[in-house]
């Protein structure tokens, strides 16, 4: 098993990826392994209660208790505080980033209670609604047609969408309707729509940009509010994500890359976090395309 830290020079990054990829990823599948049962002995005590079952997408894919958001409960009822969400740790602060798993119909409004109480200033959506006819995420915000829809009394309006080659870029104006007095606020909405589910882009250039213009709509915030990240699990593609903005994060700091570490510590609050050995080949080939363009490049 060995450390929880594994850092790696930039200036030893590129020789490094190519030794853990010799024989076929040898390496790579090795230090994947060793991520394997981290996390795994603690407990998902609410997540399995009878009243919450429904409000998970995926019978293995549960909140852990010390990490998992909570809702302000409802008249003390047993499972109102109850969402799949977990608080990841990110560059900027240990709750930088909530993954969460795609909204269902049933936990539309429960999802934008916790946008609107965690004070979220954006939502990263990492998933199509339908892939390959299977339904991965219930669409829980208004389309242009519609413009304004009404979730657990709190109204979303879209107020504009951009379209880019492989994302959506959104602004919802949020405005609780029981909480009068209380001004309206804005989360944006970044939908990025090329990955494909337990998979990786086509290339690594797409994410790197979504990336950047992630940080660039929604810089570090210096209240700390999280910024939910969610795919339809909320482990694979948002663990992916999340380790990749703490990454490019790093690169101006000259200080060593730890991504063993990065994904060690994710899943020591949610499960699964970077699904899949490609996903985690993947971060560092997305490292390396950012470290290769770096010097004809600004900032990160
Ligand atoms: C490999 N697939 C899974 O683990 C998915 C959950 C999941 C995880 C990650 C992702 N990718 S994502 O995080 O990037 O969205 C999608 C779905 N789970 C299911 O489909 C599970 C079955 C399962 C698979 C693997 C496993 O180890 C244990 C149980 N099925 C399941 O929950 O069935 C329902 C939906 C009918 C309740």
Redesign the pocket.
């Known amino acids: 098993m060995g450390s929880i830290s594994r850092p790696v020079h930039a200036t030893d990054f590129a020789e490094h990826v190519r030794l853990m990829s010799a024989d076929s990823d040898f390496r790579f599948s090795e230090e994947y392994e060793d991520l394997k049962q981290v996390g795994r002995s603690q407990t998902c005590i609410s997540a399995d209660l009878p009243v919450n079952r429904a409000k998970n997408?995926?019978?293995?894919?549960l909140p852990y208790d010390h990490s998992r958001v909570k809702l302000v409960p409802v008249d003390d009822e047993d499972g109102t505080d109850y969402i799949n969400a977990s608080y990841i740790p990110g560059f900027n602060s240990p709750r930088e980033f909530i993954a969460a798993q795609?909204p269902l119909p049933s936990t539309r409004d429960h999802f934008w209670r916790m946008v609107w109480e965690q004070q979220c200033p954006a939502v990263v959506a990492?998933?199509k609604c339908v892939e390959k006819g299977r339904d991965?995420c219930h669409q829980y915000w208004p389309d242009r047609s519609e413009l304004s829809l009404t979730y657990a009394d709190i109204e979303v309006t879209m107020m504009n969408e951009t379209t880019y080659d492989e994302f959506v870029v959104r602004e919802f104006r949020l405005t609780h309707l029981s909480e009068a007095g209380t001004p309206s606020r804005t989360v944006k909405h970044l939908h990025y729509m090329s990955w494909p589910?337990?998979g990786v882009p086509e290339k690594a250039s797409g994410l790197v940009h979504f990336a950047r213009v992630f940080r660039q709509k929604v810089p570090p915030s210096k209240t700390c509010k999280p910024t939910v990240v969610h795919?339809?699990?909320?482990?694979?593609?948002?663990g992916t994500f999340i380790a990749l903005d703490r990454l490019m994060q790093t690169i101006p700091t000259a200080e060593p890359f730890d991504i063993f570490g990065i994904v060690y510590g994710m899943r020591k609050e949610r499960v699964?976090m970077v699904?899949t050995e490609q996903q985690y080949i993947f971060i560092h080939h997305c490292l390396l395309y950012v470290l290769e363009g770096r010097e004809n490049d600004t900032g990160y």
């Not at 997408?57 to 894919?61: E, H, L």
């Not at 795919?231 to 948002?238: E, H, I, P, Q, T």
């Open positions: 997408r995926f019978t293995n894919i795609g990492l998933t991965k589910d337990f795919c339809s699990a909320g482990v694979g593609r948002s699964c699904q």
